[in-house]
């Protein structure tokens, strides 16, 4: 299959991952969202890297993606951190609902 | 074959997008976890079809297990918080009434020329294009090592891992400085509460499985110069090996005292600076190794990152409680 359609399917994660990123106040499922995001984001990034054909793939966007691994297990360890904190302030993990009264 | 081949991908992606919209809109937080774990995975086998089997390496360690860890923890912590604060068990309520509908609809309908901006932009793409796989193989000789991912990470583009490292110490300071919550029950109590009727065959476990996943991160630590492998995916394996501890409610706390804790979380960020400034003395150029030495201080420089990933990881996963021993 060529690359372009795991492209197309990181396209699609990343558009899922941002509409569950919108429409859910509970904030554990939006950090859920942002890795799924992040993932079709990598996922894209990969796929154009296999574009040489029979070549082997560019190393570079690999490299990437696993400092970007990594990076994110950090970034949701601090979001569920910052979670736990509200959670245990308010006594409720999801967002307020701001709307005017 | 590549009908098979095809057939194969076509049904990869689809039960990734599958998977991704099942675990964001499932209405129990668990299965959510739980569904997002099984994405992971299934991500780790789109890397090997990829031809990305270092990434996938990372995204089985990392990516399903330990993301999926750290995930239950925060979820077990939150439904003992919300015990005692509020009826709310983490299961949410269905979007049934009329906002939040209309919300699903305005989101989805504005997120479409999002959709099709990302699509037109990528097969607008040239469908040939090499990037930089030809130079990198140019130099793949004077950079100490034979697997062209682990020469971009530890020396072409080093400084990206010198900063990723960085990020991780600070992930795990901005934790440890908010202090600690309250929780009812700590992981370690956790592990040995609900745990405790099988404590043998679990006990058995982590005596088999502990030594073999040392094993398994040094192999990958050692491999990595010419083969799959690296600092990142040996020290998510040693983390791992850490969670085990943890879970299996280990005096993993006698052993690494705050002090040897936070000497070896930051051994991997103070070797690189340093070998970044001398390298800058020496070469005249930031992480720029002199390639009959490359080999080995790239080892060193993996060693001790290894160690320094695996411990703040396994810190991380802990939370805010590693600082009190």
């Given at each position: 299959?060529?690359?372009?359609s795991?492209?197309?399917?990181?396209?699609?994660?990343?558009?899922?991952?941002?509409?569950?990123?919108?429409?859910?106040?509970?904030?554990?499922?939006?950090?859920?969202?942002?890795?799924?995001?992040?993932?079709?984001v990598?996922l894209?990034?990969?796929?154009?890297?296999?574009?040489?054909?029979?070549?082997?793939?560019?190393?570079?966007?690999h490299?990437?993606?696993?400092?970007g691994?990594?990076?994110?297990?950090?970034?949701?360890?601090?979001?569920?951190?910052?979670?736990?904190?509200l959670?245990?302030?308010?006594?409720?993990a999801?967002?307020?609902?701001?709307?005017?009264? | 074959?590549?009908l098979l081949?095809?057939?194969?991908?076509?049904?990869?992606?689809?039960?990734l997008?599958?998977l991704a919209?099942k675990?964001?809109?499932?209405?129990?937080?668990?299965?959510?976890?739980?569904?997002?774990?099984?994405?992971?995975?299934?991500?780790?086998?789109?890397?090997?079809?990829?031809?990305?089997?270092?990434?996938?390496?990372?995204?089985?360690a990392?990516?399903?297990?330990?993301?999926?860890?750290?995930?239950?923890?925060?979820?077990?912590?939150?439904?003992?918080?919300?015990?005692?604060?509020?009826?709310?068990?983490?299961?949410?309520?269905?979007?049934?009434?009329?906002?939040a509908?209309?919300?699903?609809?305005l989101?989805?309908?504005?997120?479409?020329?999002?959709?099709?901006?990302?699509?037109?932009g990528?097969?607008?793409?040239p469908?040939?294009?090499?990037?930089l796989?030809?130079?990198i193989?140019a130099n793949?000789?004077?950079?100490?090592?034979?697997?062209?991912?682990?020469?971009?990470?530890?020396?072409?583009?080093?400084?990206?891992?010198l900063?990723?490292?960085?990020v991780?110490?600070l992930a795990?300071?901005?934790?440890?400085?908010?202090?600690?919550?309250?929780?009812?029950?700590?992981?370690?109590?956790?592990?040995?509460?609900?745990?405790?009727?099988t404590?043998?065959?679990?006990?058995?476990?982590?005596?088999?499985?502990?030594?073999?996943?040392?094993?398994?991160?040094a192999?990958?630590?050692?491999?990595?110069?010419h083969?799959p492998?690296?600092a990142f995916?040996a020290?998510?394996?040693?983390?791992?090996?850490?969670?085990?501890l943890?879970?299996?409610?280990?005096p993993?706390?006698?052993?690494?005292?705050?002090?040897?804790?936070?000497?070896l979380?930051?051994?991997?960020?103070?070797?690189?600076?340093?070998?970044?400034a001398y390298?800058?003395?020496?070469e005249?150029?930031?992480l720029?190794?002199?390639?009959?030495?490359?080999?080995?201080?790239?080892?060193?420089l993996?060693?001790v990152?290894?160690?320094?990933?695996?411990?703040?990881?396994?810190?991380?996963?802990?939370?805010g409680?590693?600082?009190?021993?």
């Open positions: 299959m060529s690359s372009f795991f492209a197309l399917a990181g396209i699609g994660l990343f558009v899922l991952g941002l509409h569950a990123l919108i429409v859910h106040a509970h904030l554990l499922r939006k950090i859920l969202a942002i890795n799924i995001m992040g993932s079709g990598s894209v990034l990969v796929a154009l890297a296999r574009r040489g054909g029979d070549a082997l793939p560019d190393a570079v966007p490299a990437m993606v696993i400092t691994i990594v990076v994110a297990v950090s970034a949701t360890a601090l979001a569920l951190v910052l979670m736990l904190k959670a245990a302030e308010t006594g409720s999801t967002l307020p609902d701001d709307s005017p009264e | 074959m590549t081949a095809w057939g194969f991908d076509g049904l990869l992606l689809l039960g997008l599958g919209w675990a964001l809109n499932s209405t129990d937080l668990f299965s959510a976890i739980a569904l997002f774990i099984a994405f992971g995975l299934l991500m780790a086998l789109v890397w090997v079809r990829l031809e990305a089997p270092d990434i996938a390496l990372a995204e089985a990392i990516g399903a297990g330990l993301s999926g860890a750290l995930l239950l923890a925060a979820l077990a912590r939150l439904r003992g918080m919300e015990g005692n604060v509020t009826s709310n068990t983490g299961v949410e309520e269905a979007p049934n009434n009329i906002d509908r209309l919300v699903q609809w989101s989805a309908i504005l997120l479409l020329p999002v959709l099709f901006g990302l699509v037109y990528v097969l607008s793409l469908g040939n294009a090499v990037g796989s030809a130079e193989n793949l000789a004077a950079s100490g090592v034979s697997n062209p991912v682990t020469a971009v990470l530890l020396n072409f583009r080093a400084y990206d891992t900063l990723e490292v960085f991780l110490l795990l300071i901005a934790i440890w400085s908010m202090g600690s919550i309250q929780f009812n029950r700590s992981i370690e109590t956790i592990g040995k509460t609900s745990l405790e009727t404590s043998s065959v679990l006990d058995t476990l982590v005596y088999l499985l502990v030594p073999v996943l040392m094993m398994v991160a192999y990958l630590l050692w491999v990595g110069a083969a492998g690296g995916q020290g998510s394996v040693l983390a791992a090996a850490c969670v085990l943890l879970l299996a409610g280990w993993l706390h006698r052993l690494l005292t705050a002090m040897r804790l936070r000497l979380a930051v051994a991997g960020p103070v070797v690189f600076v340093s070998m970044a390298s800058l003395i020496a005249g150029a930031l720029q190794f002199p390639p009959e030495h490359a080999g080995t201080l790239i080892l060193l993996e060693t990152a290894a160690l320094s990933i695996a411990v703040t990881l396994a810190a991380l996963f802990s939370g409680q590693g600082q009190h021993e």
